[in-house]
């Protein structure tokens, strides 16, 4: 990846070394007058479901840093970038990944309940937090009835009641 005119390179950290599928980057705003880039690779085993590792990358002595915990999203889930300038100067992340319930029956791609994640930039901590954590009240229908995930933005207006 190339940062200002000066080629970096990042990787997971070696605990998280399974997930070199599918890398991608690419510049979701700026921080520090440095571009912010959102970094994903997926590890998979073989079978029905993925695992995407994800990163969010500031620019700081030479190296990439990443700002967010630990984000790690399946298969089975979707994330998205807001700009809420209410809350942040910097994008908001925010995830929803399934919650397989076996008592009920539910199979990997079937409709299910998500939990939700909001991330945002503390700047007297010089990272992302997670600030907003749920599980939805409804099922969505999962990969057995769509081609990808649709949580988020029926989600919203309750993801931005929780937080304020």
């Given at each position: 990846?190339?940062?200002?005119?000066?080629?970096h390179c990042f990787a997971p950290p070696a605990n998280k070394s399974i997930f070199?599928?599918?890398?991608?980057?690419?510049?979701?705003?700026?921080?520090?007058?440095?571009?912010?880039?959102?970094?994903?690779?997926?590890?998979?085993?073989?079978?029905?479901?993925?695992?995407?590792?994800?990163?969010?990358?500031?620019?700081?002595?030479?190296?990439?840093?990443?700002?967010?915990?630990?984000?790690?999203?399946?298969?089975?889930?979707?994330?998205?970038?807001?700009?809420?300038?209410?809350?942040?100067?910097?994008?908001?992340?925010?995830?929803?990944?399934?919650?397989?319930?076996?008592?009920?029956?539910?199979?990997?791609?079937?409709?299910?309940?998500?939990?939700?994640?909001?991330?945002?930039?503390?700047?007297?901590?010089?990272?992302?937090?997670?600030?907003?954590?749920?599980?939805?009240?409804?099922?969505?229908?999962?990969?057995?009835?769509?081609?990808?995930?649709?949580?988020?933005?029926?989600?919203?207006a309750t993801l931005l009641s929780r937080l304020k």
């Amino acid at each position: 990846m190339r940062a200002s005119g000066t080629e970096h390179c990042f990787a997971p950290p070696a605990n998280k070394s399974i997930f070199g599928l599918y890398p991608k980057a690419r510049i979701v705003g700026k921080l520090h007058g440095h571009d912010l880039i959102l970094f994903n690779a997926t590890s998979s085993g073989g079978g029905s479901g993925t695992l995407t590792y994800f990163a969010l990358l500031d620019r700081q002595s030479f190296d990439f840093v990443n700002l967010l915990p630990t984000v790690q999203l399946t298969n089975q889930s979707e994330y998205k970038m807001w700009s809420l300038p209410e809350i942040s100067k910097t994008p908001v992340v925010v995830t929803a990944d399934f919650v397989l319930d076996f008592k009920a029956g539910e199979t990997h791609f079937s409709r299910h309940r998500y939990e939700v994640n909001r991330y945002v930039f503390e700047p007297n901590l010089g990272r992302y937090v997670g600030r907003v954590s749920y599980v939805t009240r409804d099922k969505y229908p999962g990969l057995d009835e769509l081609d990808a995930v649709r949580v988020l933005d029926t989600e919203r207006a309750t993801l931005l009641s929780r937080l304020k």
